[in-house]
């Protein structure tokens, strides 16, 4: 009974990184259309620029004294890198979808795997295909309770995530911009015809799937204490299945669905065998898309002409 | 009197090949010929691929996994009938091919089922979650054979030789099976089955409105050309003595996807082209080794940008030059295109 809490701790605090990342894809599958395969390389960035943000502001010196890093520089570092991944995700929309936006589906789609691939590939040339053993912004802590283990970082992730996700609901529900990126996944032309600036909408909306994805590639250097140029490929895949799960284009969905894979993969790697993690996500992904391909909180959208 | 016509032809076929490989033999050096052999096997895996991402505008990036599934299961049959075939024939070149060519057809098989056990939920909906979900089969498959004890694990699979598999591929059979696949890929696409994929891609609901079995179709389809790249798999595996999981990363996928890009989705010569492309680029780019990807990554984009239909688009070569009288069958569309 205690490994299953342990396991059902470790698989919400996992979760709630596939769901900051499900995010990303939910909100620009909703308007585009589009599977951002970039999205995952942006999580990866975001990692990095944490990474760096982190060296710079002296991380290491405060570990050599054996002293915490201050929350306000933690914070810095989670702030620095969101805005560098959202100034990513906005060129990224400029200078490849944009142009092919209004082509037939499949050439946004091969654009994107190509931003992904050069993403992946730039970023070994640049960071060094080594993983990297990410900085300790915060220090951990572990206690007890009723035997399950529980350390700080894991709680942080979770409230850290839970305090975006319920920033993005009010984002989205109450402001102006929110109520547009609403019209535009409704309907983009129509949208389009009330008089809303659609380049700017989609420019915001991929700023924020992006800087919400930065946000969980710190988390996720926390939780995994390595990173390296790659770890976009299988958790974004991961991220992608949890909104697919939840429902593409469904907010809520994504969340639910990251909490769900999250779960399912450490329960497949605690009573299982760990080597079916990552298989566990593709099982569910067939599944979904067999039993119940709007997903679980998604809408029936019939095709029209 | 038309069967004996096709006789004739596929003989004379068969000939010409093996008299190309006399002179190949006799022209270049085995680097040449490697090169040669490595072109081959890209056009076949160019021409299957294209059927599904271009004839019939599904796209799955993830084929590297079914060339996979071809090498593996080509190399394990052959490795287990070559004692019972040898037993029945007696050692000889017969007896090479007859194994070789069975073990080339079980890869195919398996790579086939493979891609109907993966294309059957993906592709009863729209076309992009297969790009998913063969992502993520391609990246599984890999797991798996890493951790597959029976074919060698990490190491990967070299039978139960020391000296490791038979090298039985050689000039003769890569392109004796690359041009049946053309022809067989050429004629599916001018059938009327080739007419309904082409419906598929540039608009799904009218074609399901015109009583097409799209759910039917794509998958045959896809499942045809999964076993192309188990061939092209068997192919490659018999070339280099064994088969290693990590000959079938994501690049390997990459790479095919850049071939059908570069030459013209949806058509056949186009794929030709871009098998041979990239075989050749491959081997200049030898000592740019880890910018090539960051390079085949901006060409792809650059492409969708600038011009998303290839060089070729959706023609063929032959149409280009009969181009005088009016527009050849199919009306080239300038994309490839599919439901709004």
């Known amino acids: 009974m205690t490994q299953f809490f342990q396991q059902i701790i470790n698989g919400l605090s996992l979760g709630s990184i596939y769901a900051l990342i499900a995010l990303g894809y939910t909100m620009v599958y909703g308007i585009l259309k589009l599977i951002n ?44 890198a969101m805005a560098a991944a959202a100034l990513l995700g906005m060129t990224i929309e400029f200078l490849a979808y944009r142009p092919v936006r209004s082509a037939p589906r499949l050439t946004p789609l091969i654009t ?69 990126m609403r019209a535009l996944s409704f309907n983009i032309d129509a949208a389009k015809l009330m008089g809303i600036d659609t380049n700017r909408v989609i420019r915001s909306t991929f700023a924020i799937g992006s800087g919400l994805a930065a946000a969980g590639g710190i988390l996720f250097g926390l939780d995994q204490i390595t990173i390296n140029p790659l770890m976009g490929v299988l958790t974004g895949l991961k991220a992608f299945v949890a909104a697919v799960l939840g429902g593409i284009g469904s907010i809520p969905g994504a969340v639910v669905g990251g909490l769900l894979i999250g779960l399912a993969e450490q329960l497949t790697a605690g009573y299982l065998s760990p080597e079916y993690r990552d298989a566990i996500t593709f099982l569910i992904l067939i599944l979904i898309l067999l039993l119940k391909p709007e997903g679980l909180l998604g809408i029936v959208r019939v095709e029209k002409v | 009197m038309r069967a004996l016509i096709r006789i004739a032809i596929t003989g004379a076929v068969l000939l010409a090949i093996l008299a190309l490989q006399l002179a190949v033999q006799a022209a270049f050096t085995e680097y040449v010929q490697r090169i040669v052999l490595l072109a081959g096997i890209n056009v076949i895996l160019a021409v299957g691929l294209n059927l599904i991402n271009g004839t019939t505008g599904q796209f799955s990036i993830g084929h590297a996994g079914f060339m996979a599934v071809g090498a593996y299961g080509a190399a394990f049959v052959g490795v287990k009938l070559a004692t019972p075939v040898h037993a029945a024939l007696g050692p000889g070149v017969l007896a090479d091919a007859l194994i070789f060519n069975l073990a080339l057809l079980a890869g195919a098989l398996f790579a086939g089922v493979s891609g109907l056990i993966v294309g059957m939920p993906s592709l009863r909906l729209r076309g992009d979650y297969l790009a998913v979900v063969t992502l993520g089969f391609g990246e599984i498959i890999r797991i798996l054979f890493n951790n597959a004890t029976f074919l060698g694990s990490a190491t990967g699979y070299f039978g139960d030789d020391p000296s490791g598999l038979p090298a039985y591929t050689n000039f003769f059979w890569v392109f004796a099976w690359a041009v049946a696949i053309i022809a067989v890929t050429h004629n599916l696409t001018f059938s009327q089955t080739g007419r309904s994929l082409t419906a598929i891609r540039e608009d799904e609901i009218a074609a399901e409105a015109m009583a097409t079995p799209t759910t039917r179709l794509k998958v045959t389809a ?48 186009g794929a030709i082209l871009g098998g041979i492309f990239v075989a050749v680029s491959l081997e200049l780019m030898r000592d740019l080794q880890q910018y090539r990807l960051v390079l085949y990554a901006l060409l792809l984009i650059v492409i969708m940008i600038v011009r998303p239909e290839g060089v070729l688009g959706t023609r063929e070569l032959h149409h280009l030059f009969r181009r005088k009288k009016p527009a050849p069958p199919s009306p080239p569309s300038a994309t490839p295109t599919e439901g709004a």
């Open chain 2, 222 to 269: 896809f499942a045809i050309s999964a076993a192309t790249a188990g061939i092209a798999g068997g192919l490659f595996a018999h070339m280099q003595a064994g088969v290693r999981p990590e000959d079938f990363r994501f690049e390997k996928s990459i790479d095919m996807i850049v071939m059908i890009i570069v030459g013209g989705l949806g058509s056949i010569s």
């Open chain 1, 37 to 80: 395969f970039a999205h995952g390389e942006v999580f990866m960035v975001g990692a990095y620029t944490g990474f760096y943000a982190a060296g710079a502001l002296g991380v290491a010196g405060f570990e050599a004294r054996n002293q915490g890093f201050p929350l306000y520089l933690a914070l810095l570092v989670l702030i620095i």
């Open chain 1, 112 to 180: 994107a795997i190509g931003v992904s691939l050069f993403l992946q590939n730039a970023g070994m040339l640049l960071f060094s295909p080594n993983p990297q053993r990410y900085p300790a912004i915060l220090s951990e802590v572990r206690f007890e309770v009723f035997g399950v283990i529980v350390t700080n970082i894991k709680l942080t992730i979770f409230a850290v995530a839970l305090c975006l996700m319920l920033g993005l609901h009010l984002f989205v529900q109450k402001t102006w911009t929110g109520r547009a």
